[in-house]
């Protein structure tokens, strides 16, 4: 019996990862498309240029009709990771402590697969979905070459790559949590705060002097919020998004061997 979790979860949630990947496709094809329309644009600048602030809840570190600003105010900063944090903290926060409020999870316990087994293949299924999510969105953003996005193909796929580990983190996080205390409101809202403050932290330190100092301890900054669209995702910053991803699924396989089941 190999993957059996792994496929029957991705099988169970097929329907909405469709869902999900078509809307964010449409999304990233409209961007890209409209790009023309706006790239002679002063008055947008200007919004940002004379408001530091602005430009940093928007999440712009430079021009926004450039071609690397538009994708990043329009998808990388902002939309594009949130929709993915949609669908892994949606999954991480229903797959053990939803199916245990539903009763489920203890009819997929009396399979012979260890509890550690289910964990770590759940984690998987999570994360292939992310995977879906952002490859096709991604391809759709590349349309954008087309439409005089002239982005560097190395930058815009260590952008997604960010994105990627940025929405499998913050799932892994709901797993967790999820797996601690049974309960799915609680893990989807601790996940959801954490991704929330993560993003503000992240997008305020530039402008927020005290603020600084803390960025390095967001999910956000690491991922999407230190210039990945233009200089790409550095060894270093996967490396401490990958790592964060193993310490969580170790605590997500702690937390579940000591879950009662209802």
């Known amino acids: 019996m190999r993957l059996e979790v792994f496929r029957l979860d991705l099988g169970m949630r097929r329907r909405l990862l469709a869902v999900y990947t078509l809307g964010m496709a449409l999304y990233a094809l409209i961007i890209v498309a409209l790009y023309p329309t706006f790239e002679h644009?002063?008055?947008?600048?200007?919004?940002?240029?004379?408001?530091?602030?602005?430009?940093?809840?928007?999440?712009?570190?430079?021009?926004?009709?450039?071609?690397?600003?538009?994708?990043?105010?329009?998808?990388?900063?902002?939309?594009?990771?949130?929709?993915?944090?949609?669908?892994?903290?949606?999954?991480?926060?229903?797959?053990?402590?939803?199916?245990?409020?539903?009763?489920?999870?203890?009819?997929?316990?009396?399979?012979?697969?260890?509890?550690?087994?289910?964990?770590?293949?759940?984690?998987?299924?999570?994360?292939?979905?992310?995977?879906?999510?952002?490859?096709?969105?991604?391809?759709?953003?590349?349309?954008?070459?087309?439409?005089?996005?002239?982005?560097?193909?190395?930058?815009?796929?260590?952008?997604?790559?960010?994105?990627?580990?940025?929405?499998?983190?913050?799932?892994?996080?709901a797993l967790v949590v999820g797996a601690a205390t049974g309960r799915r409101g609680i893990a989807l809202g601790a996940a959801s705060a954490l991704g929330a403050i993560s993003y503000l932290v992240s997008s305020l330190a530039p402008v927020v002097h005290w603020m600084r100092p803390m960025r390095f301890a967001s999910l956000f900054y690491w991922s999407v919020g230190n210039n990945q669209l233009t200089m790409g995702i550095s060894p270093s910053e996967v490396a401490v998004l990958v790592g964060v991803a193993l310490v969580l699924v170790a605590l997500s396989v702690l937390a579940f061997e000591r879950l009662d089941l209802h």
């Open 41 to 173: 644009s002063t008055g947008l600048d200007n919004l940002t240029k004379n408001s530091p602030t602005m430009a940093a809840l928007f999440g712009a570190s430079g021009s926004i009709t450039s071609p690397a600003g538009w994708l990043e105010v329009n998808l990388y900063a902002n939309f594009f990771p949130l929709l993915v944090l949609l669908a892994t903290i949606g999954y991480g926060a229903s797959s053990l402590a939803g199916q245990d409020e539903d009763g489920t999870l203890a009819m997929v316990t009396t399979l012979p697969i260890r509890r550690r087994r289910i964990t770590v293949e759940k984690s998987l299924a999570m994360a292939a979905q992310a995977v879906v999510i952002v490859s096709v969105s991604t391809a759709f953003i590349a349309i954008g070459y087309t439409f005089d996005i002239t982005v560097g193909v190395a930058d815009m796929l260590g952008a997604s790559v960010g994105v990627l580990l940025l929405g499998i983190d913050l799932g892994l996080v």
